[in-house]
């Protein structure tokens, strides 16, 4: 199976980049500089201190229901939270459809808690000195799957087909600078800038680089981000409009992302450049 | 004869292969699922996400198209690009550089107007900037190395204007096409380019 699915990947890649990468000395210096200073910043990982204020809201009763978030199912069951993100996105009976780690979140929020979309929608990503709930707490269920196998399942029917579907998210080009996800992160060895760029079209430890470290602190601007910012500012930076937050898209296309990192160590919730 | 192909096409399906009408099923539910879940935001309105001929056939055919197609689009990409008027191709290196080193323009967040070309965010140009993408070709020593000839400051500003005129699929941005550089601005990129004077050819 996972076979099958390397060489359909492979089949499918044939991206047609012009030109040679120039020589990378000074990326690669950049780089061991950034893995020297997240080496020595990973002693006391910022991202503790998100994992704490997520645990503290998973417990509290809150919400207009009133309610704790301790019996929401992340997929291993009601609050089993142990190696659950490893295995996100994936299908849930009472939706109907694949979910990601934080859309499934969001979803227990509402259901549960009371919460309204609309709110969390609002103002979805950290900023400043603001980081939103569903952030805090993504990052505390992370942390429970830390070096950990990525394993998303494939099994159900959806799963797959939220797969597929995701692929072709990831090829898709369009706006008005022609770009997909591939023009930046379907082939080996490229770089934006100094900014070293994921081939996310090869299953393994090439399309598992972004995906074992989020949700991370990212260093630009100091503040905790999860995956959904992640997809939102690619998009931003594809030139496409904004994908709407825990939505559909974003879930199958963390689905085709995710499944392609399987059998790699999840090494989150950690620091981003 | 028949049935060999369906074991194949359901072999592929359980084996994790998406076969050619499942990848335009899937395409299709993709396209739907973007339509649904994209708002418009600042200039970035929800129309980007329709695909021109282009883009579309790019997509279907994984950036690799039928022969006869790019010739087809090539040609009509070619005939879309407007020369400048006065017959002049370089502008102002200086100003150019200013455009090649802007990674700003057309996202949700920019105002429009406001754009630069992203040149670096892809290419090397000057010795002198070492933060430069891989994306695409080195273009560093461009005018010295190809000739500063008349032929060479034309296919300059037409490449900028368009690069899908020469290459179908290419990864590179229609900076003219798009709306993204005005005339001028074209000019002086390709100035940063065909200059003797520029840095990119010291």
């Known amino acids: ?273 | 004869m028949r049935k060999a192909i369906v074991f194949a096409g359901v072999a592929a399906v359980a084996a994790g292969c998406a076969t050619m009408q499942d990848e335009a099923a899937y395409r299709e539910q993709a396209v739907a699922w973007m339509k649904r879940d994209f708002h418009a935001r600042g200039m970035a309105k929800t129309d980007r996400l329709n695909q021109d001929e282009l883009q579309r056939a790019c997509t279907q055919y994984n950036n690799n198209p039928p022969e006869a197609l790019v010739k087809r689009v090539e040609a009509a990409e070619m005939a879309g690009i407007k020369l400048p008027a006065d017959g002049k191709y370089l502008g102002d290196w200086k100003r150019g550089q200013r455009i090649a080193s802007s990674g700003r323009g057309m996202t949700w967040s920019d105002k429009p107007g406001a754009a630069g070309g992203s040149c670096y965010n892809c290419h090397q140009l000057s010795p002198q900037q070492p933060s430069f993408g891989t994306i695409g070709p080195s273009l560093r020593g461009y005018g010295k190395t190809r000739g500063y000839t008349a032929e060479n400051r034309k296919y300059v500003y037409q490449r900028i204007y368009n690069s899908k005129a020469f290459s179908m699929c290419s990864t590179m941005p229609r900076f003219g096409h798009s709306g993204t550089l005005n005339e001028q601005q074209i000019k002086d990129v390709a100035a940063y380019l065909m200059d003797p004077a520029s840095p990119v050819n010291q």
């Not at chain 1, 760029?197 to 972004?210: D, E, W």
């Not at chain 1, 998009?235 to 790699?264: H, K, W």
């Open chain 1, 1 to 273: 199976m996972r076979y099958a699915r390397v060489l359909c990947a492979a089949a499918g890649l044939a991206v047609g980049l012009a030109g040679q990468p120039a020589t990378a000395q000074s990326d690669d210096r950049t780089a061991a500089e950034f893995d020297k200073f997240r080496e020595v910043l990973e002693e006391a990982n910022p991202a503790e201190l998100w994992e704490l204020k997520g645990e503290e809201l998973w417990r509290q009763k809150r919400g207009p229901k009133n309610a704790s978030l301790e019996q929401c199912d992340l997929g291993l069951g009601a609050g089993v939270l142990k190696g659950a993100y490893v295995q996100l996105p994936r299908y849930f009976a009472d939706t109907g459809k694949v979910m990601d780690a934080e859309q499934r979140i969001v979803h227990c929020m509402i259901t549960l808690q009371g919460f309204k979309y609309e709110d969390l929608a609002n103002r979805p990503f950290s900023r400043g000195n603001y980081t939103p709930d569903p952030v805090s707490i993504v990052t505390y269920v992370a942390a429970q799957s830390r070096e950990m196998k990525i394993a998303v399942p494939q099994s159900h029917p959806k799963e797959r087909e939220t797969y597929e579907i995701g692929r072709q998210i990831f090829f898709y080009r369009a706006g008005p600078w022609d770009f997909s996800c591939a023009s930046c992160h379907g082939a080996d060895g490229l770089r934006i800038r100094t900014q070293n760029l994921p081939n996310f079209t090869k299953p393994g430890a090439q399309a598992a680089r972004s995906f074992i470290g989020w949700p991370g602190y990212r260093m630009t601007g100091g503040v905790m981000h999860s995956l959904q910012w992640r997809m939102n500012d690619c998009f931003r930076q594809q030139r496409f409009p904004e994908p709407g937050y825990a939505s559909d898209t974003i879930a199958a296309l963390l689905t085709y992302m995710a499944v392609n990192s399987n059998g790699q160590l999840y090494r989150g919730p950690g620091i981003k450049r």
